[in-house]
């Protein structure tokens, strides 16, 4: 596998955000970032801005993002903008965009979630993140809502083997460009039906969240299937939403990606009704400790800091747009 270096990284020129690449920070970075939540959109989005250009700074390396903060009459107050239409490496936050070119041909009527694909020994990714490679039972299949429910909360590297085995490489590519995505695009390889994860810019991954919420992105049912999976308990934990209760993690709808030394998330924050009210694309590499894919990494641990800041920075405030309930989650206890 071919491994893209950032430039910059290589170059040894770290980009790390300052206030002034974020938009509205009037507050220096080293100012307080916590206290009672905001009223007001600009003032919630200025509090976004401090908090992310004082966390990012202190994890170092080069960081690009775009945030932005929903106003009820009118377009959304953008929090922030470093590096925004710089296209990288997305990882597995473009496994949003692989769900999302799944889900358009199931509106089409040309796949349904309930359609078994095969699981083979041949297509389980070796070693990789997920829970296909550590089944050692192969052959055997499962229904494509599994493959996209294991592909968006464990992240599962086999699952994005099993997507283009029912949606090759330029035919996704070509439903996220008719979408409004020309930037956010899978690498295909000699084999059309598989794919490296590709590339996007914080700004499409941005809209992208914000016309899936909108409800302009898929069909109603898909959209309620698709954020379901990135509210649920079990997606991803280590980074915006680690140090929340479990309430509070039901509110957000997120999806990270890491890979050599990148550490990217990106997501959807709700009101209380459900209405999406913080959107964020945040795209991290160059940090210390590459070697280190867990909850210590400099990056994580920033947007484990920056995460309920963004979540108190809103909190006094309305989102817009449909409305997205999340699904009651009990635990069992069996039986």
């Known amino acids: 596998m071919t491994i893209r270096l950032n430039r910059r990284t290589a170059l040894g020129l770290g980009t790390v955000a300052t206030a002034g690449t974020v938009l509205g920070a009037a507050t220096p970075a080293s100012a307080e970032v916590t206290g ?17 250009t004082k966390f990012s700074t202190q994890a170092g390396g080069n960081w690009q993002a775009y945030v932005s903060v929903a106003r009820p009459d009118g377009p959304p107050v953008v929090a922030l903008a470093a590096q925004a239409d710089q296209r990288i ?5 473009n496994k949003i965009a692989v769900a999302t070119a799944v889900l358009d041909k199931i509106d089409r009527g040309l796949l349904t979630l309930d359609q ?6 041949a297509i389980v990714v070796p070693g990789g993140d ?23 909360t464990v992240s599962d590297d086999t699952a994005v083997r099993l997507c283009g085995s029912v949606c090759p490489a330029a ?32 700004r499409e991954t941005h809209d992208l969240l914000r016309a899936l919420v909108a409800g302009t992105l898929l069909s109603p049912a898909s959209t309620s299937f698709l954020l379901g999976l990135l509210r649920s308990p079990v997606a991803f934990a280590d980074g915006i939403r680690r140090t929340m209760s479990s309430d509070d993690r039901a509110r957000i709808a997120t999806k ?13 924050i709700f009101d209380r009704s ?41 909190d006094r405030l309305s989102g817009t747009g449909a409305t997205h309930r999340a699904a009651a989650r009990r635990p069992s206890n069996g039986g």
Not at 256 to 268: C, N
């Open 36 to 52: 009672a939540a905001p009223t007001t959109p600009a003032r919630a989005a200025r509090r976004v801005a401090t908090t992310y």
């Open 256 to 268: 990270a990606g890491w890979f050599a030394d990148a550490r990217h998330e990106a997501g959807v």
């Open 116 to 121: 078994r694909v095969e699981v083979t020994a």
């Open 130 to 152: 997920g829970i296909f490679s550590l089944d050692g039972a192969y052959p055997s299949s499962v229904t494509l809502g599994h493959v996209l429910a294991n592909l968006l």
């Open 171 to 202: 035919e996704l590519n070509a439903i996220l460009v008719g979408k409004g995505f020309p930037n956010t695009q899978v690498e295909p390889v000699a084999n059309p039906n598989r794919f490296f994860l590709g590339t996007s810019t914080p």
């Open 89 to 93: 490496e997305a990882y597995s936050v």
């Open 274 to 314: 459900g209405a999406a009210v913080l959107t964020y694309a945040l795209f991290a590499d160059g940090q210390a400790n590459p070697d280190d894919f867990g909850a210590t990494h400099p990056a994580v641990q920033a947007r484990a800091a920056m995460g309920p800041r963004f979540l108190t920075a809103v």
